[in-house]
Nanobody, 125 residues
Framework: VQLQASGGGLVQAGASLRLSCAASGRTLRDYVVAWFRQAPGKEREFVAAIRRSQGHTYYADSVKERFAISRDNAKNTVSLQMNSLKPEDTAVYYC???????????????????WGQGTQVTVSS
């Protein structure tokens, strides 16, 4: 599956953005899909994930209550709604997908074989 992340931009603190991960080649519904982010000089970190069956969702503590991950099967996309953005949310955001991600690997980079190119999110104070 090929993944394309979009929706990033420059916003002020407190604003909202909606990122989209579009898939081609395969049906994204069959995949566990996650968002990760990488800030300058920092390691890539888990943000959110959504499983296939029943759509269970998982979030990093730092974004819980502010971000929401969801699927749109008709559009073959997974979105990340980001509200109340903070300067520390500034990073390149990547979507990732895998058909075989086990529960214990949902929050791990190694749990995903397919990655999009990333979209920049910059939050000014």
């Amino acid at each position: 599956v090929q993944l394309q992340a979009s929706g990033g931009g420059l916003v002020q603190a407190g604003a909202s953005l909606r990122l989209s991960c579009a898939a081609s080649g395969r049906t994204l519904r069959d995949y566990v899909v996650a968002w990760f982010r990488q800030a300058p000089g920092k390691e890539r970190e888990f943000v959110a994930a959504i499983r296939r069956s029943q759509g269970h969702t998982y979030y990093a503590d730092s974004v819980k209550e502010r971000f929401a991950i969801s699927r749109d099967n008709a559009k073959n996309t997974v979105s990340l709604q980001m509200n109340s953005l903070k300067p520390e949310d500034t990073a390149v955001y990547y979507c990732a997908a895998d058909m075989g991600t086990i529960l214990s690997a949902v929050r791990s980079i190694g749990g995903y074989k397919n990655w999009g190119q990333g979209t920049q999110v910059t939050v000014s104070s």
